[in-house]
């Protein structure tokens, strides 16, 4: 399950991963890994580009089951090793736009397990942060199952 705090135009979200910290890390910032869980419940494939350093670009292309294509990119602004990833996000979604908003991915090793905390935050619309809030929720939990299956 996923822990869930929306906030008025931002959420954040937290989830224990039953892996190691650096193995749940690479499954963050390696886009093959990335491959195996990114992407909301519509997501049928993904095409991702990636700079990771701080200043460097990143752009995921998201192929969905009705044929769009859904784009969000944004560039790296805080990295940490193991330890926490900021960035900027935006995407090409008119219903739920983004526009410079801003993502923070901590990790935690507790024992056996991961925990991840995100947070994305600076949405200028409510639908936008609750529709995200479910993308994310989704996204996580297949990581999760990543890992499960392992």
């Not at 910290?21 to 869980?37: F, G």
Request: glycine residues 6%.
């Amino acid at each position: 399950m996923t822990a869930v705090k929306n906030h008025p135009l931002g959420l954040e979200l937290k989830k224990t991963i039953k892996a190691p910290l650096e193995v749940v890390y690479k499954a963050w910032i390696e886009p093959e890994q990335m491959q195996k869980w990114f992407g909301c419940d519509q997501c049928r494939g993904l095409k991702i580009a990636q700079d990771f350093r701080v200043g460097g670009q990143y752009r995921v292309d998201m192929h969905l089951a009705n044929d769009t294509i859904m784009t969000v990119f944004g560039e790296y602004k805080e990295i940490i090793p193991n330890k926490k990833i900021v960035y900027s996000w935006s995407n090409n979604f008119p219903e739920i736009p983004a526009d410079n908003t801003e993502v923070t991915v901590e990790f935690s090793f507790n024992g056996e397990s991961t925990e991840i905390t995100l947070k994305h935050v600076n949405f200028q619309f409510e639908e936008s942060a609750t529709s995200h809030t479910s993308g994310w929720s989704f996204a996580l939990d297949k990581l999760s199952k990543v890992f499960a299956s392992a």
